[in-house]
């Protein structure tokens, strides 16, 4: 992060101290205090973040109040545009961008290239999908009871929308929520993750150069546990869309009242390997599903369920396949696994590692860390009675459950307290189908990992995973809400005296 250009957001002092953006102005906390951004590969110092305290976040939710109806004036076009410019300048600034992810998050810098990536595509998809934002007109002489009568019906801006992101995709899930909230006419309070909130203050200096206006969007840095209440129960946002734990995701459902909620929670991806499945396809996705960015995706493939017919020759693959993602320096091309974002995260995974050896799972690679680094790890005879068959691991571990039936594996898949993603290997398209339509998940990818790229496809949980959905045009109607007007007009036999 060497390098300056003018999407750099200013720092205040030395020691790259990144201040907050509410209101149109670069501000630290009321009482300075801050916060350290490290780098999980070595633990080094990567710039500070204000602690906001609860009245720098009242004083965010004020400027988004007060300026919902300025940005609901700009006329739609001009809001477009406006993405589209903040689309090209953060373009200009890629590779500065991919090293404010890879310092921040610890991500591989190919990995760190395709979620900056998608987050240019996503800002312009979302400008395109916008121009063809309308309501809808509805004629009501259909029916006797409204023969007279005719409704327009229109898309209207939420108002203010709180948008709380997590570590994992610093960058592209804060852009997925500010581009169709700003687009659809609504202002913005962003509270990213506190691991990885500088992605983020790159993000808002764009919008700002691109001529948003002061207050449309604030981005508030600061300890969720701390500042995330004010955000939940304030009377003056509109909606929150959340991204994160499920924990967090009720405590947020618990305080908000009335607010319109999406929330992206947990989840515990099943793929499921039927017994004429492609296995070296199978094994293939499995592997990438499970530990690209070491595992640390909502939809993570998070346990195998394989038919035992099968499961030798199966593991045999998966194993080759793990052997091809080697850990290293996440600023190297060729490093596929880098650092878990914490070591609380590493604990927590092998916590789960141990846990299930203890009761009789198999290590067949992997099993141990180094520093923050988990190595990819193949469980084999992972049964129902450990934690890892139903807890969301969140590190590169691939959990393999041998099961006898098709109906055994829909069970086990259905048992999850999570209903976010899972996948099906088969080549009978029949049983594909079947599968997928008695899975309990938001979204089933059939013969693939479950990947959401962009958003082109709605995508969302069910269950503890969370409600409402998020997408290029999914988010945009998350982000608006229907009005109905309804005229009563005289039948169109009516003579005129003209
Ligand atoms: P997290 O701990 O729940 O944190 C998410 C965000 O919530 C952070 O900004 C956090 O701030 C904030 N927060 C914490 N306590 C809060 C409170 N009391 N009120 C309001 N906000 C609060 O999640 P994470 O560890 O960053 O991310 C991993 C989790 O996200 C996993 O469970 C994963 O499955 C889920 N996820 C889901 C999706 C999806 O689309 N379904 C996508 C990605 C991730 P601090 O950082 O300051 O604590």
Redesign the pocket.
Known sequence: MEHMTKLEPPTLGGARRYPAFINGKWVPSSDNKWIDVTNPADGSVVGHVPALARKDVEAAIDAAHAARRKIRDVPAIARIELLERAAHLLEADRSLLVDVVVAESGKPVAVAKGEVKSTLERLRLTAQEARSMHGEYIPGDWVEDTKNKMAVVRRVPRGVVAA??????PLF?AAAKVAPALVAGNTVVV?????TPLSMLFFAKAMEEAGLPAGALNIVT????E???V??ESPRIDMIS????????E??AS?AGMKHLAL????KGAALVLEDANLDLAAKEIARGGLRFQG????AVSRVLVHEKVADAFVARLLAEVAKYPMGDTRDEKTAIGPL?TPKAVAYAQELVLDARSKGAKVLAGGGFVGQYHEPTVLDRVTPDMRIAWE?Q?APILPVIRVHSVEEMLDLANRSEYG?DSSVFTNDVNKAWGVAKRLEDGAVTINGYPA?GVGHFP???NKK??MGR?GIGASIEEMTRVQTIVLNMPPAETPFDW
């Open positions: 709380i992101t997590p570590f994992n995709y899930i509270k990213p993750s506190t691991e600061g300890r969720g546990r500042i995330g209440d955000l939940a959340f991204t994160g734990s499920t924990a967090v995701g405590r947020i305080k992206e929670l947990g989840g640390q995706r909502c939809d974002i969301e969140f976010l959401h995508f969302g949980g995973s969370g998020e």
